[in-house]
């Protein structure tokens, strides 16, 4: 599994409230991303970072924000969450060499009420 | 534009039956084409990519350029084969996958 951990697993939050979810790996991968999976979209690319404090937007960026300070860690910050967010959010990194796979956190189901 | 097209969203066949999941993906250069498989709420991983050329759970899949195509192929269902299944691409090393919307297998006795 690459040591990817995601916290927290599970989390409803109300319309308008900020939430953060975290990515940790212990694979020193230089890239990190964020996709969310709904049925019918199969994952779309949110956020992606391809080194510390380096991030760029993905596909469906409008109403999220990501942080990396450190290899290790990739937060990802809904501002002011909406019931569209509702979703599961996968974490995913991968090395720099060539055409390496990609691999997956556990995912966090995130229900905004 | 980059895309990746699965155009069954469900497959249902019986256990020992052969299976095809379709693939197909839009690039201008010479991309590397993957497989992810997804057991129930699990986390996705990897089944097999098209440069390794292996053979992965009895899965196969041959990338057919000329058809822009990377279908997978097993000659034999088994029942633990039920799962959702991605296609994706990677243009460039170290670009995100791009993913196709999914299919999923069930498998039957």
């Known amino acids: 599994d690459a040591g990817i951990t995601q916290s927290p697993r599970h989390k409803v939050t109300e319309t308008g409230t900020p939430v953060t979810l975290r990515c940790h790996q212990t694979?020193?991968?230089?890239?990190m991303y964020w996709y969310r999976q709904d049925p019918g979209h199969g994952l779309r690319l949110i956020h992606y970072?391809?080194?510390?404090?380096?991030?760029d937007k993905g596909e469906v960026s409008d109403g999220y924000s990501v942080s990396r300070s450190k290899t290790e860690d990739f937060l990802l910050t809904l501002e002011s969450a909406t019931s569209s967010q509702t979703s599961v959010y996968f974490c995913?990194?991968?090395?720099?060499?060539?055409?390496?796979?990609?691999?997956f956190g556990p995912g966090t189901r995130l229900t905004v009420t | 534009a980059q895309r990746v097209t699965q155009p069954e969203k469900l497959l249902s066949v019986f256990k020992g039956a052969p299976v095809e999941l379709k693939c197909n993906y839009s690039?201008?250069?010479?991309?590397?084409l993957f497989w992810y498989v997804q057991y129930s709420r699990q986390r996705l991983q990897l089944l097999l990519r098209?440069?390794s050329r292996e053979s992965i759970k009895g899965f196969t899949a041959d990338l057919n350029k000329g058809e822009t195509s990377f279908h997978l192929k097993k000659p034999f269902a088994q029942e633990e084969d039920s799962a959702m299944y991605y296609c994706?691409?990677?243009?460039?090393?170290?670009?995100?996958?791009?993913f196709g919307k999914g299919t999923t297998l069930s498998v039957s006795s």
């Open positions: 995913a990194t991968r090395s720099a060499g060539g055409f390496s796979e990609q691999y």
């Open positions: 694979e020193n991968h230089r890239y």
């Open positions: 970072s391809y080194g510390v404090k380096d991030t």
């Open positions: 690039y201008s250069g010479s991309p590397e």
């Open positions: 098209h440069i």
């Open positions: 994706a691409l990677s243009g460039r090393a170290g670009t995100a996958l791009i």
